[in-house]
């Protein structure tokens, strides 16, 4: 019997929820167009049912609104006084039924989707499936490729990129910015001949830089991914015609609606879905969906993830139109000790989907005390 049949007719009865918020150190600086991370703070949901059965989501906000206006102040303030009361308002059949009641509630798409997150890992427990089983996966292993940031010198770039080519993951992605781009991607062109490529813009560039980004036409990328500003979809429909390489789209797409109008006015012909940035898994398989239908390949990115936000997203790239790799690095990549338990792992760029139900990891709850700052615990009200 399939998961979705089921579920029908379960009540999900969430008695309280927890929020901790964590601080985890990189193992090197991660350097992008908008900002250097040696630190990744985030909030770690945990939702207990009635039998004592615990769900986990992660917020993927940055303690600075660098990627987008959300930090992880605000996703705790949002949490605490709107979203967490919202969850227990009314009894709850199904994840699926969270965006709708969320509605009211504009934006604040990162702590949306860590409270659903939770939900969704909770729910798919107690059916006793896969959270990709859940969402309608079927991968059983999943292609990833690298996310590299900025580098002190190229030549520095050029070890880390062979670093991690000889470790076989299916794609290498660059970060780039005005004064760190052409030249840079041409040496490591030249050095890597033949390896899968893309450059990430972090919306660094405007109209004005079309020249300099057609550049980049010579080098056989895959992609260059937001090149324009982070709101926009009406110059990235000017700028597509100018290149030969696909755009792709990310911080501009935040929601069902955003890829809709992107595919409809030829925006791009890509689609980083990231499911913090679009409120959660459900909307993530919404925008997966319409691209499929469209024949619109997406990818999973990554924001720098510890172990409960990687599981989510091996869970949402097991859906059939993820068809290049996305950025779940191995946890090894970022962190000398993930809060999960075994890690994920990457051997020749493929990850083995785990089994499992709900995310398929166990969290390690010594690791998680060990990087908790402080936690919040919030009751169900009880019934009359």
């Not at 150190?25 to 059965?53: H, M, N, R, W, Y």
């Not at 990850?351 to 166990?362: K, L, S």
Request: aromatic share 8%; glycine share 8%; with cysteine.
């Amino acid at each position: 019997m399939a998961a979705a049949e089921r579920g029908r007719g379960m009540t999900i009865n969430i008695e309280y929820v927890i929020l901790r918020h964590l601080q985890m150190e990189l193992k090197a600086p991660f350097t992008t167009s908008f900002g250097t991370f040696q630190t990744k703070e985030f909030i770690l949901v945990e939702v207990v049912d009635c039998d004592g059965v615990s769900g986990w989501g992660e917020s993927v906000a940055f303690s600075v609104p660098w990627y987008s206006e959300e930090t992880v102040k605000t996703n705790w303030h949002m949490l605490e006084e709107f979203l967490v009361p919202l969850l227990f308002s009314k009894p709850l059949r199904h994840p699926a039924e969270l965006p709708e009641r969320f509605a009211a509630i504009r934006q604040n798409n990162m702590a949306k989707a860590a409270l659903e997150g939770a939900v969704w890992d909770l729910y798919a427990k107690r059916l006793g499936v896969p959270l990709c089983q859940a969402l309608g996966g079927t991968k059983k292993e999943i292609e990833v490729g690298v996310s590299i940031g900025i580098q002190p010198t190229v030549d520095d770039l050029l070890q880390v990129i062979e670093r991690y080519v000889a470790q076989g993951y299916r794609r290498i992605k660059v970060k780039i910015k005005p004064g760190w781009d052409v030249d840079v991607i041409r040496d490591v062109r030249r050095a890597f001949p033949d390896v899968p490529l893309m450059a990430d813009a972090n919306s660094a560039y405007t109209l004005a830089d079309a020249k300099r980004l057609q550049a980049l036409d010579e080098f056989g990328l895959m992609m260059i991914e937001q090149p324009l500003a982070a709101d926009d979809l009406v110059d990235h429909v000017r700028l597509q015609p100018l290149l030969k390489t696909p755009i792709c789209l990310d911080e501009s797409i935040r929601s069902y609606d955003d890829a809709r109008k992107a595919l409809d006015l030829g925006s791009c012909r890509i689609i980083n879905i990231k499911i913090g940035r679009v409120g959660g898994l459900w909307e993530a398989k919404r925008i997966h969906d319409l691209c499929a239908e469209r024949g619109v390949p997406v990818w999973c990115g990554g924001m720098l993830e510890a172990g409960v936000g990687r599981a989510h997203n091996i869970a949402i790239t097991t859906l059939e139109n993820f068809a290049l790799p996305g950025d779940t690095a191995a946890s090894s990549h970022y962190w000398e000790r993930d809060i999960i338990t075994p890690e994920v792992e990457v051997h020749n760029g493929l990850i083995r989907v785990p089994n499992a139900p709900g995310i398929g990891y166990d969290v390690d709850r010594r690791q998680v005390e060990r990087y908790t700052q402080f936690a919040k615990l919030f009751h169900r009200a009880p019934t009359a």
